[in-house]
Structure formats: structure tokens, C-alpha cells
């Protein structure tokens, strides 16, 4: 079991609403990265945070943002919701740059109706 | 740009049977490469990974992978299939230098027939 955290676990959002989903990294983890993955596909890489900032992102559209804290936390934010935002939102854990392995939350289900 | 296939989106085994989840992998410099595994409605775990050593690599549960340069492979295989390997399997790239941000096939569905 890995120390990566998500919250919420599952979500119902209504199309054009915003959402707000949140990472816990594991202790002693710099990077954060977020996934999208859509029912019966492999995850797709959204963005990656390191020291609070955008550090490479993925072909998603800017109504996808995030942020990380000082603690390395890190939140997803997704703007003008569409159906096809429907998906597990996977957060990973890592140390910056050393391509070793990432950590990986449980997860949060969005459903957008 | 990196890519990787997992050639079968599903694959079916008798318990006790070997198990073979083929990855073939694209990348124009030396790549990392990772499998993990997924249960119904939970996150990833990570089964072993191939950083540059060893070519074949040992994992959890049993499992393990040879990388093949010549081949652009990254077969992941299992000699004795249990009836709890049943789950979904990604294989996924990345490389030094990069963001490392993983690059995951479409995965493969790993079903066990008692």
C-alpha cells in the first residue's frame, strides 16, 4: 500500500460545472503527476507539478489546471466540465527526475451527467 | 516521441498455466520501462521495472520481464497463473531526462479459469 492519498474517491458533477480533486503525496516525494484514464484505456499523462510549478503536460485543453503546496500536495482543477471528462483521475508520486517508479493513489471517479 | 503496444486486450489462462502479456515498446533513446497492475476500481501498482541493469527483471507476486533491445520487448511473464493474477496489466515507458511522465499501452485483461 503506497502513502499516495485522493479525495474524493468517487464524484457526480453536472456538464459546464468545475471540479476540484485533491493528491497526497507520498513522504519524501518532490512531483506530483496526474493521469486521466477513460473506461477501458491505458492512463493518459494530463500534467506534472514539481516545486509548485508546471513542469510538462500532455495534450489536455488549459480548462485542465493544477496547483502543488509547499507539503508537495498537489489539487486538479477541471473547468466547464464535459461528458468526456468522465474517467478515473489518477495522481502519482515521485522524486523529480529520477524516473524510477511513481506511486500511485487509488484514484478518484468523475462522472459528469 | 516514445509509444508503447500491448498486442492482446485480453488474455485467458487456466490456473497453473503460464502467463505471457506481451509489450512491445517504441523509443528513440534508452528507455525505462515499467508494468503495473490494476484490480476493479483501485489505482496502480507497480509489479517491476527495468532501469538500465539487469535485462531480466523480477518482480511482485511472482512476475517477471525480459527487456529485449533487439526486439523492442518487454514481455511480462508469470510460470504458474493463481486465480488472484486476475486484473488488468499496463506496461508503460518513459526516459531519462524526460519529465518522467509514463507512457502506458491500452492494457491488457488478465482473466483466470479455474
Known amino acids: 500500500e503506497t502513502g499516495v492519498t485522493q479525495s474524493p474517491t468517487h464524484l457526480i458533477k453536472t456538464r459546464g460545472q468545475q471540479v476540484t480533486l485533491r493528491c497526497s503525496s507520498q513522504?519524501?516525494?518532490?512531483?506530483v503527476s496526474w493521469y486521466q484514464q477513460a473506461l477501458g484505456q491505458g492512463p493518459q499523462f494530463i500534467f506534472q507539478?514539481?516545486?509548485?510549478?508546471?513542469?510538462g503536460r500532455g495534450n489536455f485543453p488549459p480548462r485542465f489546471s493544477g496547483l502543488q503546496f509547499p507539503n508537495y500536495s498537489s489539487e486538479l482543477n477541471v473547468n466547464a466540465l464535459e461528458l468526456d471528462d468522465s474517467a478515473l483521475y489518477l495522481c502519482?508520486?515521485?522524486?523529480?527526475?529520477?524516473?524510477?517508479?511513481?506511486?500511485f493513489g487509488q484514484g478518484t471517479r468523475l462522472t459528469v451527467v | 516521441a516514445q509509444s508503447v503496444t500491448q498486442l492482446g486486450s485480453h488474455v485467458s489462462v487456466s490456473e497453473g498455466a503460464l502467463v505471457l502479456l506481451r509489450c512491445n515498446y517504441s523509443?528513440?533513446?534508452?528507455?525505462?520501462l515499467f508494468w503495473y497492475v490494476q484490480y476493479p476500481n483501485q489505482g496502480l501498482q507497480l509489479l517491476l521495472k527495468?532501469?538500465?541493469?539487469?535485462?531480466l527483471v523480477k518482480g511482485i507476486n511472482g512476475f517477471e520481464a525480459e527487456f529485449k533491445k533487439s526486439e523492442t520487448s518487454f514481455h511480462l511473464t508469470k510460470p504458474s497463473a493463481h486465480m488472484s493474477d486476475a486484473a488488468e496489466y499496463f506496461c508503460?515507458?518513459?526516459?531519462?531526462?524526460?519529465?518522467?511522465?509514463?507512457?502506458f499501452g491500452k492494457g491488457t485483461k488478465l482473466s483466470v479459469k479455474p
Open positions: 502519482a508520486s515521485s522524486l523529480f527526475q529520477m524516473n524510477t517508479e511513481a506511486f
Open positions: 513522504s519524501g516525494h518532490n512531483t
Open positions: 507539478y514539481y516545486r509548485e510549478e508546471e513542469n
Open positions: 523509443s528513440s533513446v534508452p528507455p525505462y
Open positions: 527495468y532501469t538500465s541493469a539487469a535485462t
Open positions: 508503460a515507458v518513459t526516459t531519462r531526462g524526460s519529465q518522467g511522465n509514463l507512457i
